[in-house]
């Protein structure tokens, strides 16, 4: 239940961060509205919420709000297929006529709840005495709604996910197995309540066993919604991780050059605090970095040949360039004049931006060995 509860919490506050950047986003308000009615069903059905709910207004009360809960949870559900649709104003309407549905069947359940006594509805679903019409009834009309909003839902995102590509089809074929395996362990659920209504006794590893395959579904539908935006996480943190190891590797490189030029290390557009706090990022000080870095090798460029050489341009391996900047540092400190205009480097490892990037870092690296 823990495993759960924390699964279903890491989904909605994902979603509840994405809500807020797009407000008027209908079908991702209907996502986000579905997992937090999930998420507050489950701490109402824990020992000690139920407890305090049922001492505060009766027992049972917990058990009725729970599942009135997991009524909206996949009504919600539904509406974000509908209001995905590509007809909006039918999706709409769609939308009103499945709330009246939903209502119809949260105010029955809630009559067959509250017409019996307390201490006949206390109990769970396991040890319920489902011949008694109301508790029948209030067990069997939940899950026969919820075996018809998940089967649709089922139905939706498998027609989504054949016509989508990966990463999307991934996400989306792991929420349809969880929607499905949530339909059929309802469908079950509601097949055990009719033969207990008749007085027929249903093995305790069935029991059990359902209720491991509704944990395992809405798990595995939780990991299924937040599939994609996860992977995109993922991502953006390994860019971030290499942009920094990067950054810090390109120090030497950079400390030579901001030395000899400090004129070319670039400032913040302003001395406000936001401008400051943004240039602190990762991304900009790498890209603000390879930058310095760049102009810095056009500016010590005419001290980078030897003496006598008349070259245009300077194509040499790293270790070479390295030990040609502790050179021309040197001079550069001693002040003496430079003896040429700039001069081309060739990167020996390519001319695109990345191999740019990798011969900065394997020039920056030679001079860290060579410190």
């Not at 059905?45 to 305090?52: E, K, L, Q």
């Not at 993922?234 to 400390?255: N, V």
């Not at 900009?284 to 040949?305: M, T």
């Amino acid at each position: 239940m823990e495993l759960l509860l924390l699964g279903l919490l890491a989904a909605l506050v994902w979603k509840l961060y994405q809500w807020k950047r797009s407000p008027h986003d209908a079908p991702l308000r209907s996502v986000t509205l579905c997992l937090l009615c999930a998420a507050l069903s489950y701490p109402v059905a824990m020992p000690g919420g139920a407890s305090g709910v049922d001492t505060v207004a009766g027992h049972g009360t917990a058990k009725l709000i729970q599942n009135v809960l997991l009524l909206l949870t996949v009504y919600f559900l539904m509406c974000f297929y509908l209001y995905s649709a590509a007809d909006e104003e039918a999706g709409r309407r769609r939308a009103r006529r499945e709330a009246v549905l939903v209502g119809v069947v949260a105010v029955a359940i809630t009559v067959a709840a509250v017409s019996v006594p307390h201490e006949v509805f206390a109990g769970s679903f396991s040890t319920a005495d489902m011949t008694i019409p109301q508790i029948a009834f209030f067990y069997g009309g939940a899950g026969l709604y919820l075996m018809y909003a998940l089967g649709m839902a089922f139905r939706w995102t498998r027609r989504y996910a054949r016509m989508s590509r990966r990463p999307h089809s991934t996400g989306l074929w792991m929420t349809a197995v969880g929607l499905g395996a949530m339909a059929v362990a309802c469908a079950i659920r509601a097949v055990i309540v009719a033969v207990r209504s008749a007085d027929v006794d249903v093995p305790h590893p069935l029991m059990a066993a359902v209720a491991f395959l509704l944990v395992a579904s809405i798990l595995l539908f939780a990991a299924g919604v937040t599939y994609c935006g996860a992977r995109a996480r993922i991502s953006s943190l390994r860019l971030w991780l290499q942009h920094r190891r990067d950054h810090r590797r390109l120090s030497p490189l950079w400390e030579l050059l901001a030395e000899a030029y400090p004129d070319n290390v670039l400032r913040p557009a302003s001395s406000a605090a936001l401008d400051r706090w943004r240039a602190r990022g990762v991304h900009r000080r790498y890209h603000r970095r390879i930058v310095e870095c760049r102009d810095g090798l056009v500016d010590i460029s005419p001290y980078l040949l030897d003496e006598g050489d008349d070259s245009t341009v300077l194509n040499v391996d790293s270790a070479e360039l390295a030990a040609r900047l502790r050179r021309a540092s040197a001079r550069i400190e001693k002040g003496v004049p430079a003896p040429r205009r700039a001069v081309p480097l060739a990167m020996a490892l390519g001319s695109d931006r990345e191999s740019d990037v990798k011969q900065l870092i394997a020039v920056s690296d030679e001079l860290r060995a060579a410190a």
